[in-house]
């Protein structure tokens, strides 16, 4: 499958604690990016890292690219209960932008 | 200011219907998208324009016909709609050079009954 696969489906956290997703893919890429999509709402792009690089970060949250074991994490610190939201791994490879099916993630104030 | 805008927002029609979403990007960018985002939140593309000129056609059925008349806009058109048509459609777009960093529109909900 040319799509990411991601980890845990879902996730339900409390306000303050961290919260990690995963993704993990097949194909070889280019980049590897993460969105966001809350409920009812388009997808907004949040990071993106590409190949060549192992760590990126953005605010609260950290994205790490591991090409060896073909997988990504993306790490939301210090959570609050605006996050809550489903987020999308997204491969970049062949020319198109292929997503996983999210983890929904409800951070609980 | 909205960046990619799609209307309408929510659309419920009856099984055997012609419907059409519309979709402008005031963003400048090249490329334009067709996602379908199904009820388990599984998103597919289906048509990528670059510049007018389509560029990626995934297994859609031929009911599904996208026109872009222009590189800001880029509508779907759907013949003879089916209950399983029943999804959200995003547009998107996104810059050349971006490493394909997609921005979306809002959606728009389509209840086929």
């Known amino acids: 499958s040319q799509q990411g696969e991601e980890d845990p489906q879902a996730l339900s956290i409390q306000e303050g604690e961290n919260a990690t997703m995963n993704c993990s893919y097949k194909t070889s890429i280019n980049n590897l990016q993460w969105y966001r999509q809350n409920s009812g709402r388009g997808l907004v792009h949040l990071i993106l890292i590409r190949s060549n690089e192992r760590e990126k970060h953005s605010g609260r949250l950290r994205v790490t690219l591991d090409t060896s074991k073909k997988s990504s994490s993306l790490l939301i610190t210090a959570s609050r209960a605006a996050d809550t939201a489903s987020y999308f791994c997204a491969l970049n490879g062949g020319g198109k932008l292929i997503f996983g099916q999210g983890t929904e993630l409800s951070v609980k104030p | 200011d909205t960046a990619v805008s799609q209307t309408p927002k929510y659309l419920v029609t009856q099984m055997g219907n012609d419907k059409s979403i519309k979709c402008e990007q005031n963003l400048g960018h090249d490329t334009m998208y067709w996602y379908k985002q199904d009820s388990k939140k599984f998103l597919k593309i289906m048509f990528s324009y670059n510049n007018k000129e389509l560029i990626i056609n995934e297994t859609v059925p031929n009911r599904f016909s996208p026109k872009s008349p222009d590189k800001a806009h880029l509508n779907l058109h759907i013949n003879s709609l089916e209950l399983g048509d029943s999804a959200v459609y995003f547009c998107?777009?996104?810059?050349?050079?971006?490493?394909?960093?997609?921005?979306f529109g809002e959606g728009s909900w389509l209840t086929v009954v």
């Open positions: 998107a777009s996104s810059p050349r050079g971006s490493g394909n960093t997609i921005y």
